[in-house]
C-alpha cells in the first residue's frame, strides 16, 4: 500500500500521462510503454504474433538503460538503442521507422525518406517505395480498414472473427517487454520457451552456449 499522489493517479482532466508508469511497482517503464508498439512491430515483421524469442540478454555493459537484446531461434537479435523507434538492418539494406518519420536504404544507398517537411511527403516516400519495391512481393502484411484499429476490432466483434491486433499478438508483444526488463533487472541471461510459456534452462541452442552467466529457472 502506497498513500495517494497525484503524480500516480491524477484526479480530474490532465495534460500529461500519469507517471506511474515509471514506477516499478506499477508498470514496466519506457520498455513496457512506448517499447510494445515498437516490439509489437518488430514481432509483426518477424511474422512471430504467435510466438516470440528464445532468450533475453543483458546489455555487455552492465547498464539498465540500453544494449538487452532479445534472440529468434533463427538467430536474429533485437537490441534496444538510441535512434529510430524501430530499425531493421536486412540483408541487402535497412528500414528506419519513426512515428512521422520513415527511411528507406538499399545497398547503402538512400533510396527514399521523410525526415523532416524538407523531404516532401511521407506518404509519397512511402508510396514510391511500394511502388518501386514491392509491387510483387510474395509477402504483404495486411493493414487495418479506414477506420482503423478500432473499426477493426468493431467489425470483428459483429463477424466473430479476428482483428488483426488481436489478443494473441498483443500478449506475445507484452511478453518482449517483460522479458527485456527481467533482464535488465536481475542483469542475467534468461532463456524462454515461446510455445511452453516458461523460463528454460536447459536444451539452449548452439549459439547460446558459453555465456558466462546463468539461465533463470523458474
Same mark, same amino acid.
Given at each position: 500500500?502506497?498513500?495517494?499522489?497525484?503524480?500516480?493517479?491524477?484526479?480530474?482532466?490532465?495534460?500529461?500521462?500519469?507517471?506511474?508508469?515509471?514506477?516499478?511497482?506499477?508498470?514496466?517503464?519506457?520498455?513496457?510503454?512506448? @517499447?510494445?508498439?515498437?516490439?509489437?512491430? &518488430?514481432?509483426?515483421? $518477424?511474422?512471430?504474433?504467435?510466438?516470440?524469442?528464445?532468450?533475453?540478454?543483458?546489455?555487455?555493459? +552492465?547498464?539498465?538503460?540500453? @544494449?538487452?537484446?532479445? &534472440?529468434?531461434? #533463427? +538467430? &536474429? %537479435?533485437?537490441?534496444?538503442?538510441?535512434?529510430?523507434? *524501430?530499425?531493421?538492418?536486412? %540483408?541487402? @539494406?535497412?528500414?528506419? *521507422?519513426?512515428?512521422?518519420?520513415?527511411?528507406?536504404? $538499399?545497398?547503402?544507398?538512400?533510396?527514399?525518406?521523410? /525526415?523532416?517537411?524538407?523531404? @516532401?511527403?511521407?506518404?509519397?516516400?512511402?508510396?514510391?517505395?511500394?511502388?518501386?519495391? /514491392?509491387?510483387?512481393?510474395? *509477402?504483404?502484411?495486411?493493414?487495418?480498414?479506414?477506420?482503423?484499429?478500432?473499426?477493426?476490432?468493431? #467489425?470483428?466483434?459483429?463477424?466473430? +472473427?479476428?482483428?488483426?491486433?488481436? &489478443?494473441?499478438?498483443?500478449?506475445?508483444?507484452?511478453?518482449?517487454?517483460?522479458?527485456?526488463? $527481467?533482464?535488465?533487472?536481475?542483469?542475467?541471461? $534468461?532463456?524462454?520457451?515461446?510455445?511452453?510459456?516458461?523460463?528454460?534452462?536447459? +536444451?539452449?541452442?548452439?549459439?547460446?552456449?558459453?555465456?558466462?552467466?546463468?539461465?533463470?529457472?523458474?
Amino acid at each position: 500500500l502506497r498513500p495517494y499522489h497525484s503524480e500516480l493517479s491524477p484526479r480530474g482532466v490532465h495534460e500529461f500521462f500519469p507517471h506511474w508508469r515509471a514506477y516499478m511497482e506499477y508498470g514496466g517503464g519506457g520498455v513496457c510503454d512506448m @517499447g510494445a508498439h515498437h516490439l509489437d512491430i &518488430v514481432q509483426w515483421a $518477424l511474422d512471430r504474433d504467435d510466438s516470440g524469442p528464445v532468450a533475453a540478454m543483458p546489455p555487455e555493459d +552492465g547498464s539498465n538503460g540500453y @544494449g538487452a537484446r532479445l &534472440v529468434y531461434d #533463427d +538467430g &536474429v %537479435e533485437v537490441s534496444r538503442e538510441k535512434g529510430f523507434h *524501430v530499425d531493421f538492418l536486412c %540483408e541487402n @539494406g535497412r528500414i528506419q *521507422v519513426s512515428r512521422g518519420k520513415f527511411r528507406f536504404e $538499399l545497398e547503402g544507398r538512400t533510396v527514399h525518406q521523410f /525526415l523532416e517537411p524538407a523531404d @516532401g511527403s511521407l506518404n509519397r516516400a512511402v508510396l514510391l517505395t511500394e511502388r518501386e519495391f /514491392l509491387r510483387d512481393a510474395s *509477402v504483404r502484411l495486411p493493414t487495418p480498414p479506414s477506420g482503423g484499429h478500432q473499426q477493426d476490432f468493431l #467489425d470483428a466483434v459483429l463477424s466473430r +472473427g479476428r482483428p488483426l491486433a488481436h &489478443v494473441e499478438a498483443g500478449a506475445r508483444s507484452a511478453i518482449c517487454c517483460h522479458l527485456m526488463n $527481467l533482464t535488465y533487472y536481475h542483469q542475467t541471461s $534468461l532463456g524462454w520457451d515461446p510455445k511452453r510459456l516458461r523460463f528454460t534452462r536447459g +536444451g539452449d541452442p548452439s549459439w547460446l552456449k558459453g555465456s558466462r552467466r546463468d539461465y533463470l529457472h523458474a
